[in-house]
């Protein structure tokens, strides 16, 4: 009751936030083949290259106490980065071609939708896609053993979060920058970083202290090391969890407090 | 169900793009608002659908504030905004059925409302065509459609035949009477004099943000110039200018030549006087729109 009162108040339906949702959906279906194959190939690539490359030198390696296989390592965060990358590349380049290029918002808006309705079907979007991609990677790495078919499950909810969050930092993109080029330089200043650093290919043990600080606090190093529960969690899991849900939040009002600006001045 | 906008404004910055218009529209009316590009004309539109936040005023649908209740008010509206902003990821089918669920319109009810609005706009036939397959006046009559799905009480229609040419232009006249006679009330925007004169039953003139007059065409044309004007080429326009001051008509020049007004006694005594002057160029016509606007505000569309 409180939650549909809230929701009133800010001018939000739950069939507006669906329909909007429903339409990106529905655009994704229509192309599905080219959409479905790069999230799973793209980790799917990394996971043969560095694990065929790296398991000669690396072999084993102690996390959490436990000694595991280099691909059973990168495994995990291969979800990760799937969902990182095709939630933020959804958030931040659909999000701006939809705004900037084809105006979609502007026709939406001459519906009967509230703007936080639009956002919110664009910003559940972006999760879902984030989501559909680091449950397909989940899959790949289930078949081929790296990952419990259970864990995959248990961690679905959390790959649902990971996927708003990463998607509302992509949307907070697609409201400031002024032109598509310019979503290069989050690409660069926290994508790239995030990719390298936070734990997916390695411990972030190995990192320098003030490197291994700054990795702490990029989203994608919780993520991951809350997606290799099955080998162990770290004691400070449930303040990872705050700090994800925590940036969530704020992540997804900046982006609506940002789009609205654009929009409406 | 009224549309009534009450003194609203809107600046950007130091900029006043609207200062303090007042409208209102009923069923069954066509008001149109005609000024030259840049006059407001679009961010008025906006501020009246909600999709541009007023900085001083108000507007209201029947019970609902625009702004606050835009969702419950864009309910029975239909808009067609300036620019195209189809699906173009969609065929012209898809763009009315995903649009139709935003107004709970879904499954069969939709598609069978999709065929009715298409078949209205006359693209019966088109189902199937992708959007960048569409010519830019079938595009129009698509974002038309669109708006007509939830059978809206008042459409607004920015600019709706820029870009058009002459046929598309005369079609989409024809959608826009049959939907006034259906009893919509209508808003447009246009700079186009002859299109407001033939289909606004009340106008709005406005320059820099401003209404400068308004009533209908015919009061505007009658009350600010009068019946008939004369064009003139080919003659000195000193001459020209003194001639009117002695007649005590209102004249300026215009295009390459000079335009005076008839005076409703005797305009043939006036006109022979020009002819007089053996100018290369004489055209005698009814005043228009385009008349009223040099008049008010000494500017051109």
Not at chain 1, 21 to 46: D, G, K, S
Not at chain 1, 55 to 62: A, I, K, N, Q, S
Not at chain 1, 172 to 179: D, E, N, R, S
Not at chain 2, 189 to 210: F, I, N, P, S, V
């Amino acid at each position: 009751m409180q939650v549909a009162k809230v929701l009133r108040g800010w001018s939000v339906s739950p069939w507006g936030v669906y329909s909007v949702w429903r339409r990106h959906a529905r655009v994704y279906q229509n192309t599905w083949l080219v959409n479905f194959l790069p999230p799973v190939l793209e980790p799917v690539i990394y996971l043969i290259s560095f694990g065929y490359g790296f398991t000669p030198m690396v072999g084993e390696l102690t996390y959490r106490g436990q000694t595991v296989t280099y691909l059973v390592f990168i495994g995990p965060a291969m979800i990760g980065l799937g969902l990182l990358f095709q939630a933020f590349f959804e958030g931040a380049y659909g999000c701006f071609l939809r705004l900037n290029f084809q105006r979609t918002w502007h026709g939406l808006l001459t519906a009967p939708l509230s703007f936080s309705e639009v956002f919110l079907g664009e910003w559940l979007w972006a999760a879902t896609r984030g989501t559909i991609a680091g449950l397909l990677i989940g899959i790949v790495i289930v078949g081929i053993g790296l990952y419990p078919w259970y864990a995959l499950v248990v961690s679905l909810p959390l790959i649902f979060l990971g996927g708003l969050l990463f998607g509302g930092m992509g949307l907070l993109a697609a409201g400031i920058v002024q032109t598509i080029d310019q979503i290069n330089v989050p690409v660069f200043l926290l994508i790239v970083p995030m990719f390298t650093l936070c734990g997916t290919y390695f411990p972030i043990d190995n990192l320098p202290p003030l490197l291994r600080s700054l990795a702490t606090v990029l989203p994608l190093s919780p993520m991951v090391s809350l997606l290799r529960w099955p080998l162990g969690l770290p004691p400070s899991w449930p303040l990872q969890l705050v700090w994800l849900v925590g940036l969530m939040m704020l992540m997804g009002y900046l982006a609506w407090r940002q789009i609205h600006r654009k929009l409406f001045g | 169900m009224q549309l009534v906008a009450r003194s609203i404004s809107k600046h950007y910055g130091d900029r006043e793009v609207v200062r303090g218009i007042d409208l209102g529209l009923s069923p069954g009316q066509v008001l149109g608002l005609l000024g030259p590009n840049g006059a407001g004309k679009s961010t008025t539109v906006g501020m009246l659908y909600g999709m541009v936040i007023p900085s001083r005023g108000a507007v209201h649908l029947g019970p609902w504030n625009v702004q606050t209740q835009g969702r419950q008010a864009r309910h029975h509206m239909g808009i067609v905004t300036q620019d195209d902003n189809l699906d173009p990821d969609f065929d012209v089918l898809e763009n009315l059925i995903y649009f139709a669920r935003h107004y709970r319109l879904t499954g069969l009810t939709a598609r069978r409302r999709a065929a009715e609005v298409l078949e209205q706009v006359g693209l019966t036939g088109r189902e199937k065509s992708r959007i960048e397959e569409l010519s830019g006046g079938l595009k129009r009559r698509l974002v038309l459609a669109r708006a007509l799905l939830n059978q809206p009480r008042m459409v607004f229609l920015d600019e709706p035949t820029t870009g058009l040419d002459p046929d598309a232009r005369q079609d989409f006249w024809k959608l826009v009477s049959q939907l006034r006679a259906a009893g919509c009330g209508i808003l447009l925007t246009t700079h186009y004099m002859d299109e407001a004169e033939r289909l606004c039953d009340h106008l709005l003139l406005l320059q820099q943000g401003k209404v400068v007059d308004q009533g209908t065409p015919l009061e505007l044309i009658e009350r600010t110039v009068g019946h008939e004007v004369v064009e003139v080429e080919g003659v000195a326009t000193e001459w020209l200018k003194d001639l009117a001051a002695r007649a005590g008509v209102w004249s300026r020049p215009f295009s390459s030549g000079y335009l005076l007004v008839l005076p409703a006694a005797q305009p043939q005594a006036l006109l022979a006087q020009i002819e007089q002057e053996q100018p290369s160029r004489l055209s005698r016509r009814r005043a228009n729109l385009e008349d009223v606007f040099l008049k008010l505000t000494g500017t051109s569309l």
